[in-house]
Each structure stands twice: as structure tokens, then as C-alpha cells.
């Protein structure tokens, strides 16, 4: 090998050859020093896992739980403390992202969890807080997850929140309203919060530690009046009806007339069994870990039992002790980021580099081949996708099974066969999971009916899975990487999607990451893969909305604000993974050359340190409007993609094709 290249094999004096001595011995450089700092991080069982972070409402749930179940870690939940009071904003609330304005239901539960920690009404920190709280409308306008939390210590009215009785799982899946109509995270928190509503459980705080400071005058009674709740719904609309009927089964829950109650519990706490099994905890994220540890608790599960002791020890798992705080990750990601890792490393390391194989085996290793939830309303498929975390049995998901995939197609192992086994059975069941208008959600097809969005405890925003142009572009791209074009029927339904769905400038709402600027990155990737002709009018539109995004410094960014304001799309402060998003979507459409590309390069190269970049905001989305994410490795994984891109934009191949042997199309199998 020349001393001059490493596994790169582009020499910078190839490169000045080339005409481009301006930043091509750092792209060497550079590129060579991420791909080390990658392999630094993998895990010796193979995996890669980086952080994920979000906002500081996740320590204060922690604090909730610590102390609902009477025993609280008096140093543990100082650390939480420690590290909700760093993230509070320079105004006196809390904030879903860095950069973003108060919100109410975090700010709500950070007060509350420093009160619960110890920390003193009169404390300047909880007095600017409650200012905050009482201008954003106070403990009433926060949403149903947040006051429901609230009535665990007596600080909200169970009769005030919406009624959520568990005679909701006696509801047959062919009944136009179900628990598998919602999405799929919205079923594993709402089940066992039906458990913990029916008990309606009360636990006593600490003396002294009240939230009427953030009760506005009048407030904290439920009007039976349904204007006050409903003050723009016509008299007759499904809205009005369904509110009256949550009025109506709320007043029913107060006189205790449940007959059907006992059969109900015990459906809801069978559901809740099935579906730990084979899991990190509920759905492995957070929010169902804690609603389903304080539904086991209410159900006399014995607390040192191994249920129980299981299920809150993957949740403290989530918890990182660093320095003096503890901080809490919404769940972990470890197939998503081998995933991403491998597919990006193997054009550099070869198919058959031993730390890839070892990537690709463990990828292997986490098949899911036993049905999920999926399987209500895609009965006939057979399962073989992945999930996001380590375990997840219930709950495979299209967009981490096409990036497993992705990746599956540039490694190369010893045993072949099983390889190709699991390929075409995972792309078996990707493609049963498309839906209906053409493109693919994340966790369930065709989980679209938007009435379910008017239910009264919908209000955290997340009640459906849609279609979503950024899964649908990964699925399309895993398609031309197995060797099929746009004359594929799945693919040609997938293209019109995209077209229907693309905004009248050019770009793509992104669903799973922020925002416009991602979802027209995959789309165009997609699109180029399946070998759409990227000089149609609509791919050479939504180049130009990437190139009109650009800032002065070369790079691109978007802050999570455009979710509440498409004006704002494509606007904000340069990050490392949303200028390489933005190069990925103009190479897709065959741009190499511009001057757009040359500056966003050129900013990548300049702010690599020690083999890595670092981005300060969160660029990942859990929930548009309601929760964000930091993937701490983003900002590491994409720019080595868009370098990687970049250099060997003149190689003979497509970046998006796989190896030769892993070419689905034409060998028989289904789909």
C-alpha cells in the first residue's frame, strides 16, 4: 500500500492532477482520520452505539419515578437535578431543543422535578421558572401525558384529565377505532397508562412541595361545559362527539360503573406481558418504561420480583453518570448506528475488512424472525425486519430494516447463503409494509386515520404513522442498491408518492430528521438510485432550493423551529450533518462541480477536529413539535458519507448500487 494513501487509495497529488489543490490533500486527510475515529468506536461485540440525547423533561421523569416509588436515590436524583438546572434557558424555562423557546410541559415537569429534588420555591432558578410557566398558560395548558403525571402526586385532578379506561383493549382490531389504529409508540405508552388510570394511584410528595404556584387564577377545575375545550368545534362533528364521549366515560369512571373493568385488566396487563418479552423494556424508549414499571407497581407486582427488577434496570440503563449530573437517553440505537456505520465504512475498508464483518455478523445476529404488531394489519407477510435498539421484538421498523439493508449490500461474509437469506427476507418484508398511497411509514401500515387526532389525550402530537418521504427515499435507494429500477411496480409507486408529496419549492418535509433539508436529501437519494433521470424538472427544482439554503460560511442548517413554521425551512445555523445532508441530496442529482458543493466541502474540511466534527444542535426528530433528538454520531457518520461521496464521485459505478451478488432483482425471490 502507498505510505501516501492508506486504505483511501487517492493520493493528493492524484487529486491536484484533477484540479482541485485547494482542498485536496485535506480531503486525504481528513477522511482517513474520520474513518479511524469510527473504528475507535466500535464495540468488540461488533456494534456501534452513540448517544442520543434530548430535552431535560427526561430527568425530571426520572425524579417522578424515583420518587412514585417511594425510595428515591437521594445522590442520583441531586445528579438529575444537577443536570436539569444546566439546561435551563437564560429566560427561566425549558426548552425541547437547544436554541428553541420555552415550552410548557417541559418547563412544568423540570420545576417539578427540582421541587421533588429538594430545591426551594424561592430558589431564583424556580422563580424565574414559574414566571415562564404562568405566561405559557400554566399547569392547564401543558398536554394530557403531562397533568396525568402530575395527578401521581396529587398536584392535578384525576377526574380532570381525558378519561383512558382500559375497556379500550376490549376493542377488536376490525373495529374502525382500536389500540392499532395509533402508532405504535403511542400504544406502548397509552396501554399501560389505561392500567395506571384505572387504579388512579396517588403518592404523597415531599412536604412542601406543592405546584400551585403555577395554577392560573380559576384554573385546575374541569369545566363540564365542552366550549371551554371546544370553543371552534361546530355543535354536531366528530370532534364534539368524541370529546362528549370522553366527558361521558370520565363521568362514569367517577360513579365506578366499570363492568367490564376486571376482563379489561386483565387484557391490558396480558398485552403489557407479551410485549416485554423480547424487549429492553416496553417499545425500549423511555416513556413506556416508566408508564409500564408504574402499571406493573399497580397491578401488585412485587417490586424486588425479576419482572420488575428487570424491566427498571433497562431503564436506569438509559441513564449516563457524568461528572455531577446524570442525564437520560430516550432509548438506544444500537442497529441504527451499525447500520449507518458499516454502509459508510465499507467503500473505504473493503466488503470483507474483519471490523466490517464483525458489523455485519451482529447485524445478522438481531434479525427479528417472530411477527410484531405489524402483523394486525399486514397478516399475510412474513416477518424479517430489524428494530432500532438492541431488542425489540415487537416492533421491527422499515426505515432501520432498509438501512440494515444498505449495509448488508457493501459487506461481504463467509457464508454467503445465510447472507442472502436474511437480505431477501428482510426486503420480503419491507416491501409488504408499503402503504396503500405508495410510500412506507416507520412501524405499521397504513396507520393514517387522522380522526384518532382528535381524541382528547392527542395532544402530544403522535397518534399516527404516516407515509413519510425520508423512510420512503431509503426504501428506494435499498431498492437500486439490490438492483432494481424504476420500473419495479413498488418503486413506481414510491416515485409518484414522492412527487405528490414534494413542496411547491422543490424540497420534502422531514419526518425523522430536521427537517426539509433531510427529507430532500433521501428523497433525492432515492430517486437517483432507482435510477429515476435526476434532469426531470422536479430533482433539478429541489437542487435549487438546496443551493438557495446555503449560508455565507458554506455550510447549511435548519433549526427545529421550521417544524412550527415552514417559512423557516431550510434556515439556520450551519451544523456538520445538515451541510453533509445537503451535499448528498446535490450529488444525487449529479452536482459536483458547483460552486455551492465546493464551499459546502470546503466547510467540512475546516472544522474536522481530531478526526471528528462537532454539531451543538439537535438535528434528529422523535416527534415534529414535541420532541427532539441529538444522535451524538450524526455529525461523524454523514460528513465521512458526503467526503466519501465526493471522492470518488468519478468512479465508474453508482455510490448507490451493492456488491453484485446481493442483486435481488431477477432472482426469483418474493416481492
Given at each position: 500500500?502507498?505510505?501516501?494513501?492508506?486504505?483511501?487509495?487517492?493520493?493528493?497529488?492524484?487529486?491536484?492532477?484533477?484540479?482541485?489543490?485547494?482542498?485536496?490533500?485535506?480531503?486525504?486527510?481528513?477522511?482517513?482520520?474520520?474513518?479511524?475515529?469510527?473504528?475507535?468506536?466500535?464495540?468488540?461485540?461488533?456494534?456501534?452505539?452513540?448517544?442520543?440525547?434530548?430535552?431535560?423533561?427526561?430527568?425530571?421523569?426520572?425524579?417522578?419515578?424515583?420518587?412514585?416509588?417511594?425510595?428515591?436515590?437521594?445522590?442520583?436524583?441531586?445528579?438529575?437535578?444537577?443536570?436539569?438546572?444546566?439546561?435551563?434557558?437564560?429566560?427561566?424555562?425549558?426548552?425541547?431543543?437547544?436554541?428553541?423557546?420555552?415550552?410548557?410541559?417541559?418547563?412544568?415537569?423540570?420545576?417539578?422535578?427540582?421541587?421533588?429534588?429538594?430545591?426551594?420555591?424561592?430558589?431564583?432558578?424556580?422563580?424565574?421558572?414559574?414566571?415562564?410557566?404562568?405566561?405559557?398558560?400554566?399547569?392547564?395548558?401543558?398536554?394530557?401525558?403531562?397533568?396525568?403525571?402530575?395527578?401521581?402526586?396529587?398536584?392535578?385532578?384525576?377526574?380532570?384529565?381525558?378519561?383512558?379506561?382500559?375497556?379500550?383493549?376490549?376493542?377488536?382490531?376490525?373495529?374502525?377505532?382500536?389500540?392499532?389504529?395509533?402508532?405504535?409508540?403511542?400504544?406502548?405508552?397509552?396501554?399501560?397508562?389505561?392500567?395506571?388510570?384505572?387504579?388512579?394511584?396517588?403518592?404523597?410528595?415531599?412536604?412542601?412541595?406543592?405546584?400551585?404556584?403555577?395554577?392560573?387564577?380559576?384554573?385546575?377545575?374541569?369545566?363540564?361545559?365542552?366550549?371551554?375545550?371546544?370553543?371552534?368545534?361546530?355543535?354536531?362533528?366528530?370532534?364534539?362527539?368524541?370529546?362528549?364521549?370522553?366527558?361521558?366515560?370520565?363521568?362514569?369512571?367517577?360513579?365506578?360503573?366499570?363492568?367490564?373493568?376486571?376482563?379489561?385488566?386483565?387484557?391490558?396487563?396480558?398485552?403489557?406481558?407479551?410485549?416485554?418479552?423480547?424487549?429492553?423494556?416496553?417499545?425500549?424508549?423511555?416513556?413506556?418504561?416508566?408508564?409500564?414499571?408504574?402499571?406493573?407497581?399497580?397491578?401488585?407486582?412485587?417490586?424486588?420480583?425479576?419482572?420488575?427488577?428487570?424491566?427498571?434496570?433497562?431503564?436506569?440503563?438509559?441513564?449516563?453518570?457524568?461528572?455531577?449530573?446524570?442525564?437520560?437517553?430516550?432509548?438506544?440505537?444500537?442497529?441504527?448506528?451499525?447500520?449507518?456505520?458499516?454502509?459508510?465504512?465499507?467503500?473505504?475498508?473493503?466488503?470483507?475488512?474483519?471490523?466490517?464483518?464483525?458489523?455485519?455478523?451482529?447485524?445478522?445476529?438481531?434479525?427479528?424472525?417472530?411477527?410484531?404488531?405489524?402483523?394486525?394489519?399486514?397478516?399475510?407477510?412474513?416477518?424479517?425486519?430489524?428494530?432500532?435498539?438492541?431488542?425489540?421484538?415487537?416492533?421491527?421498523?422499515?426505515?432501520?430494516?432498509?438501512?440494515?439493508?444498505?449495509?448488508?449490500?457493501?459487506?461481504?461474509?463467509?457464508?454467503?447463503?445465510?447472507?442472502?437469506?436474511?437480505?431477501?427476507?428482510?426486503?420480503?418484508?419491507?416491501?409488504?409494509?408499503?402503504?396503500?398511497?405508495?410510500?412506507?411509514?416507520?412501524?405499521?401500515?397504513?396507520?393514517?386515520?387522522?380522526?384518532?387526532?382528535?381524541?382528547?389525550?392527542?395532544d402530544h402530537n403522535a397518534m399516527l404513522d404516516p407515509s413519510a418521504a425520508d423512510i420512503t427515499g431509503r426504501v428506494l435507494e435499498t431498492l437500486g442498491a439490490l438492483g432494481y429500477d424504476a420500473q419495479f411496480l413498488p418503486a413506481l409507486r414510491a416515485i409518484q408518492f414522492l412527487r405528490q408529496q414534494q413542496e411547491s419549492d422543490g424540497c420534502w418535509y422531514g419526518r425523522w430528521g430536521v427537517n426539509y433539508i433531510y427529507g430532500t436529501c433521501f428523497a433525492l437519494r432515492g430517486l437517483a438510485s432507482i435510477g429515476v433521470d435526476m434532469r426531470e424538472g422536479f430533482c433539478l427544482r429541489a437542487a435549487e432550493w438546496i443551493r438557495s439554503c446555503q449560508n455565507a460560511?458554506?455550510?447549511?442548517?435548519?433549526?427545529?423551529?421550521?417544524?412550527?413554521?415552514?417559512?423557516?425551512?431550510?434556515?439556520?445555523?450551519?451544523?456538520?450533518?445538515?451541510?453533509?445532508?445537503?451535499?448528498l441530496g446535490l450529488f444525487a442529482t449529479g452536482d459536483f462541480a458547483s460552486e455551492s458543493v465546493t464551499h459546502g466541502i470546503r466547510y467540512l474540511l475546516e472544522r474536522q477536529q481530531n478526526g471528528t466534527w462537532e454539531d451543538q444542535f439537535f438535528t434528529g426528530t422523535g416527534f415534529p413539535r414535541v420532541f427532539y433528538l441529538k444522535y451524538h454520531l450524526y455529525s461523524l457518520y454523514f460528513p465521512l458519507l458526503a467526503l466519501t461521496e465526493y471522492r470518488n464521485r468519478s468512479a465508474l459505478s453508482s455510490p448507490y448500487q451493492g456488491l453484485a451478488e446481493w442483486r435481488m432483482a431477477g432472482r426469483g425471490e418474493k416481492g
Amino acid at each position: 500500500m502507498n505510505p501516501d494513501t492508506g486504505p483511501l487509495g487517492l493520493t493528493a497529488a492524484r487529486l491536484e492532477r484533477r484540479g482541485e489543490a485547494s482542498h485536496s490533500g485535506d480531503l486525504v486527510v481528513r477522511l482517513q482520520q474520520g474513518v479511524d475515529s469510527l473504528l475507535r468506536l466500535q464495540a468488540p461485540e461488533g456494534y456501534w452505539v452513540g448517544e442520543l440525547e434530548a430535552d431535560s423533561s427526561l430527568e425530571a421523569d426520572a425524579i417522578f419515578l424515583d420518587h412514585y416509588l417511594g425510595t428515591p436515590d437521594s445522590e442520583r436524583v441531586r445528579k438529575l437535578a444537577n443536570c436539569i438546572r444546566e439546561q435551563q434557558t437564560a429566560t427561566g424555562g425549558w426548552s425541547l431543543y437547544p436554541g428553541g423557546p420555552p415550552n410548557i410541559n417541559a418547563t412544568i415537569k423540570c420545576y417539578f422535578g427540582l421541587r421533588l429534588a429538594g430545591v426551594p420555591e424561592s430558589d431564583p432558578a424556580l422563580l424565574q421558572a414559574q414566571h415562564v410557566a404562568l405566561q405559557l398558560g400554566g399547569i392547564e395548558a401543558a398536554n394530557s401525558f403531562v397533568r396525568m403525571s402530575l395527578c401521581l402526586f396529587g398536584q392535578y385532578d384525576w377526574k380532570s384529565v381525558p378519561a383512558l379506561p382500559p375497556e379500550l383493549m376490549l376493542l377488536p382490531s376490525f373495529a374502525y377505532i382500536n389500540i392499532y389504529e395509533v402508532s405504535s409508540w403511542s400504544r406502548t405508552i397509552l396501554v399501560p397508562l389505561s392500567i395506571i388510570y384505572a387504579f388512579q394511584p396517588r403518592r404523597k410528595p415531599p412536604a412542601g412541595v406543592s405546584l400551585r404556584p403555577l395554577l392560573l387564577p380559576g384554573s385546575g377545575r374541569r369545566s363540564t361545559r365542552f366550549t371551554r375545550f371546544l370553543p371552534d368545534a361546530p355543535l354536531y362533528s366528530w370532534k364534539t362527539l368524541i370529546h362528549a364521549a370522553d366527558r361521558t366515560l370520565s363521568v362514569l369512571e367517577q360513579k365506578r360503573w366499570t363492568p367490564l373493568r376486571k376482563r379489561a385488566l386483565q387484557r391490558a396487563e396480558q398485552w403489557l406481558l407479551e410485549h416485554l418479552e423480547g424487549s429492553d423494556g416496553l417499545g425500549a424508549i423511555f416513556p413506556a418504561m416508566m408508564n409500564s414499571l408504574i402499571a406493573l407497581d399497580c397491578l401488585g407486582y412485587d417490586r424486588q420480583g425479576p419482572l420488575f427488577r428487570r424491566e427498571l434496570n433497562e431503564f436506569w440503563r438509559l441513564a449516563i453518570e457524568e461528572n455531577d449530573t446524570v442525564r437520560m437517553q430516550p432509548c438506544l440505537s444500537p442497529v441504527w448506528d451499525t447500520a449507518l456505520a458499516l454502509f459508510i465504512a465499507a467503500p473505504t475498508l473493503g466488503p470483507e475488512h474483519p471490523d466490517l464483518r464483525r458489523a455485519a455478523e451482529w447485524l445478522l445476529s438481531k434479525q427479528i424472525l417472530r411477527p410484531g404488531d405489524w402483523v394486525v394489519k399486514n397478516p399475510g407477510a412474513r416477518p424479517g425486519g430489524w428494530c432500532f435498539e438492541f431488542a425489540n421484538a415487537p416492533y421491527a421498523d422499515v426505515d432501520d430494516t432498509a438501512m440494515v439493508l444498505l449495509a448488508l449490500s457493501r459487506a461481504r461474509l463467509p457464508e454467503a447463503t445465510r447472507q442472502r437469506l436474511a437480505i431477501s427476507r428482510g426486503l420480503e418484508w419491507v416491501l409488504s409494509m408499503q402503504n396503500s398511497d405508495g410510500g412506507w411509514a416507520s412501524f405499521d401500515k397504513d396507520n393514517n386515520k387522522t380522526l384518532l387526532c382528535e381524541v382528547p389525550y392527542a395532544d402530544h402530537n403522535a397518534m399516527l404513522d404516516p407515509s413519510a418521504a425520508d423512510i420512503t427515499g431509503r426504501v428506494l435507494e435499498t431498492l437500486g442498491a439490490l438492483g432494481y429500477d424504476a420500473q419495479f411496480l413498488p418503486a413506481l409507486r414510491a416515485i409518484q408518492f414522492l412527487r405528490q408529496q414534494q413542496e411547491s419549492d422543490g424540497c420534502w418535509y422531514g419526518r425523522w430528521g430536521v427537517n426539509y433539508i433531510y427529507g430532500t436529501c433521501f428523497a433525492l437519494r432515492g430517486l437517483a438510485s432507482i435510477g429515476v433521470d435526476m434532469r426531470e424538472g422536479f430533482c433539478l427544482r429541489a437542487a435549487e432550493w438546496i443551493r438557495s439554503c446555503q449560508n455565507a460560511d458554506g455550510g447549511w442548517g435548519e433549526s427545529c423551529d421550521s417544524y412550527d413554521n415552514a417559512d423557516l425551512r431550510g434556515m439556520g445555523p450551519s451544523t456538520a450533518a445538515q451541510t453533509a445532508w445537503a451535499l448528498l441530496g446535490l450529488f444525487a442529482t449529479g452536482d459536483f462541480a458547483s460552486e455551492s458543493v465546493t464551499h459546502g466541502i470546503r466547510y467540512l474540511l475546516e472544522r474536522q477536529q481530531n478526526g471528528t466534527w462537532e454539531d451543538q444542535f439537535f438535528t434528529g426528530t422523535g416527534f415534529p413539535r414535541v420532541f427532539y433528538l441529538k444522535y451524538h454520531l450524526y455529525s461523524l457518520y454523514f460528513p465521512l458519507l458526503a467526503l466519501t461521496e465526493y471522492r470518488n464521485r468519478s468512479a465508474l459505478s453508482s455510490p448507490y448500487q451493492g456488491l453484485a451478488e446481493w442483486r435481488m432483482a431477477g432472482r426469483g425471490e418474493k416481492g
